[in-house]
């Protein structure tokens, strides 16, 4: 039980990580799919976050009468990744976007269901 | 959402106080949570507010796309700035310790330029995007 | 100065970017990006030749001594994969004005130069970082601005081909900074030779070995490692030309140069060759690649896909030295990162050319019908690649299969010999499709006469063909280099 309860944050890890992969693979809506990458990356930031709490620890602020602090530089990591992750997303809902626009529809089998009549009808890309 | 006279006024209200919040959370990085990003989310976010309630045509009045997008590029280049003037000053790339004869206060100097930098470019980013997104959903029409 | 060139190497393409977007105008975008690639080509060569002359060159960024502060660190692999890369930018720069011009809509081009700009910085700063995290965070900058690249191309079916290299990309990216994770939890560091002399005390723990499996699996992503290649053929279709042959020419081999690293660098006191089956996963992974790629590439009617078809298999010869892990083979894994990218930057460079005196968005087999007669220097340079890509003797490609043979040698694997000569046979086939449409279809009828590239994409592309057969024969800095890099590799860190 103790491994259960000790590790308990590795364990949400690894259920986020498969809960992610499974939404980006199984689901075919684009947008789904992008959540699904959004909370495959929430593992991350969870995985490196967790174990950056000393146990007694305090926030790494400086202050006075405090000895143990919690290491600061997961937290540092996690803010850029976090930054990182941002700006996937918005690059990817813009792709969204314009995919919405050129194809009508953002379900992907949709969409390469018409990219292969296109290709059977110009296939030199022509319009 | 215009017509509504209650949410104009508290926006007016509540507008000054978020911008403010948000030189708060970017000057005080050192001392709580806080720095450049969080900062510019928030700045993006108090402008996006007014956009919301006043329609996208009155921000884009008040903060224009070309400023936008003119910001972004200064933060980047003011970050950039700063390592090369650790290199001017005789140091290496991103050197805090040469930016004023106390070391320590140089690492004050160096974070805070760097910082305002990051919070400029999040801030323009942020509403970057919204511009790009709210503008897009009336011409793109229905395919 | 010349001591912070490892910082300059990358802050300057990062500046050009904002500037770029700065100033907005289409001229100044094209020239910040030309005069920076030249001046990243000067460093990185610069700084090979301090690496030769004294040895690993170390910077500390924000002077922070390693491993508080993040180094960049530069030694005999890293200084050859700097001088690949930024060989490639300097022909793709100049290559670009005309073909970006016609290729992409105006009001966005200056955003093209300011995209490529930023993925060279990242692609330089991933091979010069020695801090795992900063690897990661280049790692993106370069993937996102390759992902807008590819997004930009002029058919709609890039919009896709770039969503879905966003998504693997970025699944890629993620495990590998799981596996970082990982490895800085169990190290307590994250400078890259620290993070290596700290895995002697833990070499055995089974998140060290959880990490290399993330870590091996994110980067396999992003080099389009058979049978996670999905998202290459359809990226390197549809991108614009200069996007196309610039990424190929680099982005995966960076990858790949994120993988050797870590496998020969940071888990050298993990006996990853003897106690796990390393060899064998990469020997089986690159073979399928070589023979199930070009295979593919033999039946594709689009020439741009059935040359990025032949980059998935070429990228199975470059692993396949890893699997091999000796001298030689790793030898001709590190020298194709040269020899390849020349190879495919030229086959793409001229492909641009080609569909801009065609107007086309797409190339089929047959547009280039008659190219013999229409084109006839393109047509030669696509020859001389195709023959690269096969590997006959006095092109690059063979110097590759040749120290890769003999690696395979070495170990008495005679039928990876014939597998390396089955997969090359493969090749003929796929580029006597290409000569056959070009000299023995005629064109149409009606077919404009005799007109080249302009003379500035013309010229890069004969540039860069005339390295493939340069380096087929003058080997001495790409097999030099790629020895010392093994021999450096194959030492570890005693």
Same mark, same amino acid.
């Given at each position: 039980?103790s491994?259960?309860?000790?590790?308990?944050?590795? %364990?949400?890890?690894?259920?986020?990580?498969?809960?992610?992969m499974?939404?980006?693979?199984?689901?075919?809506?684009?947008? !789904?799919?992008?959540?699904g990458?959004?909370?495959?990356?929430?593992?991350?930031?969870?995985?490196?976050?967790?174990?950056?709490?000393?146990?007694?620890?305090?926030?790494?602020?400086?202050?006075?009468?405090?000895?143990?602090?919690?290491?600061?530089?997961?937290?540092?990591?996690i803010?850029?990744?976090?930054?990182?992750?941002?700006?996937t997303?918005?690059l990817?809902?813009?792709?969204?976007?314009?995919?919405?626009?050129?194809?009508?529809?953002?379900?992907?089998?949709?969409?390469?269901?018409?990219d292969?009549?296109d290709?059977d009808?110009?296939?030199?890309?022509?319009? | 959402?215009?017509?509504?006279?209650?949410?104009?006024?508290?926006?007016?209200?509540?507008?000054?106080?978020?911008?403010?919040f948000a030189?708060?959370?970017? @000057?005080?990085?050192?001392?709580g949570?806080?720095?450049?990003f969080?900062?510019?989310?928030?700045?993006?976010?108090?402008? +996006?507010?007014?956009?919301?309630?006043?329609?996208?045509?009155?921000?884009?009045?008040?903060?224009?796309?070309?400023?936008?997008e003119?910001?972004?590029?200064?933060?980047?280049?003011l970050?950039?700035?700063?390592?090369?003037?650790?290199?001017?000053l005789? /140091?290496?790339?991103?050197?805090?310790?040469?930016?004023?004869?106390?070391?320590?206060?140089?690492?004050?100097?160096?974070?805070?330029w760097?910082?305002?930098?990051?919070?400029?470019?999040?801030a323009?980013?942020?509403? !970057?995007?919204?511009?790009?997104?709210?503008?897009? $959903?009336?011409?793109?029409?229905?395919? | 100065?010349?001591?912070h060139?490892?910082?300059l190497?990358?802050a300057?393409?990062?500046v050009?970017?904002?500037?770029?977007v700065?100033?907005?105008?289409r001229?100044?975008? %094209?020239?910040a990006?030309?005069?920076?690639?030249?001046?990243?080509l000067?460093f990185?060569?610069?700084?090979?030749?301090?690496?030769?002359?004294?040895?690993p060159?170390? #910077?500390a960024?924000?002077?922070?001594p390693?491993?508080?502060?993040?180094e960049?660190?530069v030694?005999?692999?890293?200084?050859?994969?700097?001088?690949?890369?930024?060989?490639?930018?300097?022909?793709?720069?100049?290559?670009?004005?005309?073909?970006?011009? +016609?290729?992409?809509a105006?009001?966005?081009?200056y955003?093209?130069?300011?995209m490529?700009?930023?993925?060279?910085?990242?692609?330089?700063?991933?091979?010069?970082?020695?801090d795992?995290?900063?690897?990661?965070?280049?790692?993106?900058?370069s993937?996102?601005a390759?992902?807008?690249?590819?997004?930009?191309?002029?058919?709609?079916?890039?919009?896709?081909?770039?969503?879905?290299y966003?998504?693997? $990309?970025?699944?890629?990216a993620?495990?590998?900074?799981? /596996?970082?994770?990982?490895?800085?939890?169990m190290?307590?560091?994250?400078?890259?030779?620290?993070?290596?002399?700290r895995?002697?005390?833990?070499?055995?723990?089974?998140?060290?070995?959880v990490?290399?499996?993330?870590?091996?699996?994110?980067?396999?992503?992003?080099?389009?490692?058979?049978?996670?290649h999905?998202?290459?053929?359809?990226?390197?279709?549809?991108?614009?030309?200069?996007?196309?042959?610039?990424l190929a020419?680099?982005?995966? !081999?960076?990858?790949?140069?994120?993988?050797?690293?870590?496998?020969?660098?940071?888990?050298?006191?993990?006996?990853?060759?003897?106690?796990?089956?390393t060899?064998?996963?990469?020997?089986?992974?690159?073979?399928?690649?070589?023979?199930?790629?070009?295979?593919?590439?033999?039946?594709? !009617?689009?020439?741009?896909?059935?040359?990025?078809?032949?980059?998935?298999?070429?990228?199975?010869?470059i692993?396949?030295g890893?699997?091999?892990?000796?001298?030689?083979?790793?030898?001709?894994?590190?020298?194709?990162?040269?020899?390849?990218?020349?190879?495919?930057?030229?086959?793409?460079?001229?492909?641009?050319?080609?569909?801009l005196?065609?107007?086309?968005?797409?190339?089929?087999?047959?547009s280039l019908?008659?190219?013999?007669?229409?084109m006839?220097?393109?047509?030669f340079?696509?020859?001389?690649? /195709?023959?690269?890509?096969?590997?006959?003797?006095?092109?690059?490609?063979?110097?590759?299969?040749?120290?890769?043979?003999l690696?395979?040698?070495e170990?008495?694997?005679?039928?990876?010999?014939?597998?390396?000569?089955?997969?090359?046979?493969?090749?003929v086939? #796929?580029?006597?499709?290409?000569?056959?449409?070009?000299?023995?279809?005629?064109?149409?009828?009606?077919?404009?006469?005799?007109?080249?590239?302009?003379?500035?994409?013309?010229?890069?592309?004969?540039?860069?063909?005339?390295?493939?057969?340069y @380096?087929?024969?003058?080997?001495?800095?790409?097999?030099?280099?790629?020895a010392?890099?093994?021999?450096?590799?194959?030492?570890?860190?005693?």
């Amino acid at each position: 039980m103790s491994t259960v309860a000790g590790h308990y944050s590795y %364990w949400m890890t690894i259920v986020l990580i498969v809960a992610g992969m499974y939404i980006l693979i199984a689901r075919g809506n684009l947008m !789904k799919k992008l959540l699904g990458l959004a909370v495959l990356q929430s593992s991350v930031y969870l995985l490196y976050i967790a174990p950056a709490k000393l146990l007694g620890g305090t926030a790494p602020i400086v202050a006075q009468g405090y000895t143990v602090y919690s290491n600061p530089l997961p937290h540092v990591l996690i803010l850029t990744a976090i930054v990182v992750g941002v700006a996937t997303l918005a690059l990817g809902l813009a792709m969204v976007v314009r995919i919405r626009e050129a194809y009508g529809s953002i379900e992907e089998d949709e969409i390469l269901a018409r990219d292969r009549a296109d290709d059977d009808r110009a296939p030199d890309g022509a319009r | 959402m215009t017509g509504d006279l209650v949410l104009r006024i508290v926006a007016k209200l509540l507008m000054p106080f978020m911008l403010l919040f948000a030189l708060y959370v970017q @000057f005080h990085g050192d001392y709580g949570p806080g720095g450049g990003f969080q900062a510019g989310v928030i700045a993006a976010t108090a402008i +996006v507010f007014y956009a919301i309630t006043f329609g996208l045509a009155a921000a884009q009045r008040m903060v224009p796309e070309r400023l936008v997008e003119r910001l972004l590029a200064v933060g980047v280049l003011l970050y950039a700035g700063v390592g090369f003037a650790g290199l001017a000053l005789g /140091g290496n790339y991103l050197d805090y310790f040469v930016l004023d004869p106390d070391s320590v206060h140089g690492q004050h100097r160096g974070i805070f330029w760097v910082e305002a930098g990051v919070g400029i470019t999040v801030a323009a980013v942020m509403l !970057k995007l919204f511009y790009m997104f709210a503008g897009r $959903g009336r011409d793109a029409g229905d395919a | 100065m010349l001591e912070h060139v490892p910082a300059l190497q990358v802050a300057l393409p990062l500046v050009a970017a904002p500037l770029i977007v700065l100033v907005r105008s289409r001229r100044f975008a %094209w020239l910040a990006t030309t005069v920076v690639s030249y001046l990243c080509l000067l460093f990185s060569i610069q700084l090979a030749w301090r690496v030769a002359a004294s040895g690993p060159v170390s #910077y500390a960024i924000g002077s922070w001594p390693p491993p508080w502060g993040i180094e960049y660190r530069v030694d005999a692999l890293s200084a050859f994969v700097l001088v690949a890369v930024s060989l490639t930018a300097s022909f793709v720069a100049p290559y670009a004005q005309r073909s970006i011009a +016609v290729e992409v809509a105006r009001d966005r081009q200056y955003l093209m130069y300011a995209m490529y700009c930023l993925s060279l910085a990242g692609l330089l700063g991933i091979v010069i970082t020695g801090d795992a995290f900063n690897l990661f965070v280049f790692l993106e900058i370069s993937s996102l601005a390759s992902y807008v690249l590819v997004a930009l191309g002029q058919r709609r079916q890039a919009l896709m081909a770039a969503y879905q290299y966003m998504l693997m $990309g970025t699944v890629g990216a993620t495990f590998y900074v799981i /596996g970082v994770g990982l490895l800085y939890l169990m190290t307590g560091t994250l400078n890259l030779v620290d993070m290596a002399e700290r895995l002697r005390a833990v070499e055995d723990a089974r998140p060290v070995l959880v990490a290399l499996a993330f870590i091996t699996v994110g980067m396999g992503l992003k080099l389009a490692l058979f049978p996670l290649h999905h998202w290459l053929p359809n990226a390197y279709a549809y991108a614009p030309s200069m996007a196309t042959a610039f990424l190929a020419a680099t982005g995966t !081999k960076v990858s790949v140069y994120v993988l050797l690293r870590y496998y020969f660098t940071v888990f050298d006191p993990v006996p990853l060759f003897s106690h796990l089956p390393t060899e064998e996963v990469f020997v089986a992974l690159s073979v399928a690649a070589m023979i199930v790629a070009s295979f593919i590439a033999v039946f594709e !009617k689009d020439v741009k896909r059935l040359f990025a078809w032949s980059s998935v298999a070429q990228i199975g010869y470059i692993t396949l030295g890893i699997g091999v892990d000796n001298q030689s083979s790793l030898t001709g894994s590190i020298v194709h990162l040269l020899n390849h990218g020349v190879t495919k930057g030229a086959i793409f460079l001229l492909l641009g050319g080609v569909a801009l005196r065609a107007g086309l968005a797409a190339l089929p087999l047959r547009s280039l019908a008659g190219l013999g007669r229409r084109m006839p220097l393109t047509a030669f340079g696509l020859v001389i690649a /195709g023959l690269s890509l096969v590997g006959v003797p006095g092109t690059a490609g063979f110097i590759t299969k040749w120290y890769l043979v003999l690696g395979a040698l070495e170990r008495g694997w005679w039928w990876l010999v014939a597998a390396i000569v089955g997969s090359s046979l493969i090749a003929v086939a #796929y580029v006597w499709r290409v000569v056959e449409a070009m000299y023995l279809h005629p064109g149409d009828a009606g077919a404009p006469h005799r007109r080249e590239a302009p003379p500035a994409m013309l010229a890069a592309a004969g540039a860069m063909v005339l390295l493939c057969v340069y @380096f087929g024969f003058e080997t001495g800095f790409s097999v030099g280099g790629a020895a010392d890099a093994a021999a450096f590799l194959l030492r570890g860190l005693r």
